[in-house]
């Protein structure tokens, strides 16, 4: 159990700075329903108003104050300081390059938006476009995402291994697209060749920590993995794919086009 | 030398020191001579799972259950240690090791998962037949207890096949529009209901497992004069 305080031990290391950085330790008063993002303000406001944060709506939806809280990637504004120990670590997320204390550059995250092929729509669409809810109910829990990318920074491909691997943000967003029922590409193939699909392990360490409960792994990940093995992998489905394609006659609702 | 020339081929995860792969693959091989070794085909009209309907279609199902989705989340995790756990002071070591996710040749062997899940799905009814052939192997219709756990197990074992990731992709998951095809509302409700199935893939993958090994071991305990069996009904 906690006392009346707690033990926030805060990353900090500013653009000049060198060296791995060090961690500063803060005596903050408890209080009841505190989240770590609470301390963290408390700390800003009381202590050391040096202390760089990002945070902008307290509410888990805008997901600016992403960090590794006791080592695991969590929103701050979501986690209450109860259910932790009596020390609470927190650091920035260490996938992207740090900026100053616990604020990173995220702005790399937003330059791979551009690997994943855009929307195309199908021709001779008159408007306004009727989709129906059987159509485009599996892509609606991918809407969810706040883009905290917890999901990236937990990602032991992203973070440790420096490769081409997208990372599960953008496969959501291309599971999304591919799944929209007016689209007409396939980025499976695309996203196995050129996003490194194939580099994932199916560890599932993103859904576990999606703040938004996205099951990213499941629904997302897995059904571009198979989608890819259709085309790549399976001589059979292959095949079936070509004859129903000079057949020309029931349309199938899988998509063709690369 | 040879081993350089193996780390052309094979993937870095089975080529470093890693005393739980060889753990693994020490137990796999335990249980696979004791297999033939004590073979325990049949015993007063039980049938052994691991013997239906042959021995030989063993190494499938193996593969089967290897490429499986749940399986691999837990054997990248605790046996290939990529990445050990998801807090990433647990790491330790992932950056100075080779990574080559599931695009080294062995491991597109994933890729076929398919190919495995038709063979299961094609042995399912022989499971079946064997509950069949418990209760009625005497001539008369004999409920016992090992009639009960032979059909727990085949249906845990239906579920856990009929659960799978790559059969969700087959049978809807490629779809994209439900309402252009016909029969599509139809089609969308089948693969919602599996898809619920699906989100408990990982539990009945374990389940069936401990439950099939359990058969085995208590099938075996009956072989071996243990009082573990009685009958509920019989019926001339």
Not at chain 2, 148 to 159: G, H, K, Q, S
Request: contains cysteine; positive net charge; hydrophobic residues 40%.
């Amino acid at each position: 159990m906690h006392d009346n305080a707690i033990k926030l031990r805060v990353f900090r290391k500013g653009p000049g700075d060198k060296g791995p950085g060090r961690y500063d330790e803060f005596k903050v008063p408890l209080e009841e329903g505190m989240s770590v993002l609470d301390a963290v303000n408390y700390a800003v406001e009381n202590l050391d108003s040096t202390i760089s944060v990002r945070w902008n709506c307290k509410a888990a939806h805008c997901g600016s104050c992403a960090a590794e809280v006791n080592n695991y990637p969590r929103l701050m504004c979501k986690t209450r300081i109860e259910d932790l120990g009596p020390v609470v670590t927190v650091h920035p997320m260490g996938a992207f390059p740090l900026v100053k204390d616990l604020v990173t550059d995220l702005s790399g995250n937003f330059e791979i938006d551009g690997k994943i092929k855009e929307f195309r729509p199908k021709e001779g669409l008159g408007e306004p476009w009727i989709m129906h809810d059987i159509d485009v109910g599996r892509a609606q829990e991918f809407r969810k995402c706040i883009e905290c990318f917890l999901c990236m920074d937990v990602c032991h491909v992203v973070r440790d291994h420096g490769t081409k691997y997208v990372g599960p943000r953008r496969v959501i967003k291309a599971a999304a697209l591919d799944m929209h029922p007016m689209d007409t590409i396939d980025r499976s193939v695309s996203l196995t060749k050129d996003g490194g699909l194939g580099l994932c392990n199916v560890t599932k360490c993103c859904q576990e920590v999606c703040p938004e409960h996205i099951s990213i792994t499941d629904n997302a990940i897995i059904p571009e993995k198979e989608r890819a093995a259709d085309k790549l992998y399976d001589p059979v489905l292959m095949l079936v794919d070509k004859l129903k394609a000079l057949g020309k006659g029931e349309e199938d609702g899988t998509k063709k086009n690369e | 030398m040879a081993l350089k020339r193996m780390s052309k081929y094979l993937p870095s995860e089975l080529l470093e020191y890693n005393p739980r792969l060889y753990a693994f693959v020490s137990l796999l091989a335990v249980s696979v001579i004791a297999f033939f070794v004590f073979p325990m085909k049949e015993f007063m009209g039980y049938i052994d799972p691991f013997y239906s309907p042959t021995i030989l279609v063993l190494p499938f199902i193996g593969l089967y259950r290897l490429t499986c989705y749940a399986y691999r989340k837990d054997y990248n995790r605790h046996i290939f240690k990529h990445p050990v756990a998801c807090p990433v002071a647990e790491r330790m070591d992932s950056r100075s090791r080779k990574y080559t996710g599931e695009r080294s040749a062995i491991f597109k062997v994933e890729n076929l998962h398919r190919y495995f899940l038709y063979l299961s799905i094609i042995l399912l009814p022989f499971f079946y037949y064997d509950v069949f052939v418990s209760l009625t192997y005497s001539g008369m219709l004999l409920l016992r207890l090992g009639s009960i756990i032979l059909l727990v197990n085949a249906v845990l074992l239906t579920l856990y096949v009929l659960s799978c990731h790559s059969l969700r992709s087959l049978i809807g998951g490629r779809n994209d529009c439900y309402s252009c095809m016909k029969l599509g509302g139809f089609r969308k409700k089948v693969y919602d209901r599996q898809s619920w199935w699906n989100a408990h893939h990982e539990e009945l993958a374990w389940l069936s497992l401990i439950f099939i090994i359990f058969v085995d071991l208590y099938l075996r305990g009956l072989a071996a004069g243990m009082p573990i069996d009685f009958a509920f009904m019989v019926m001339h």
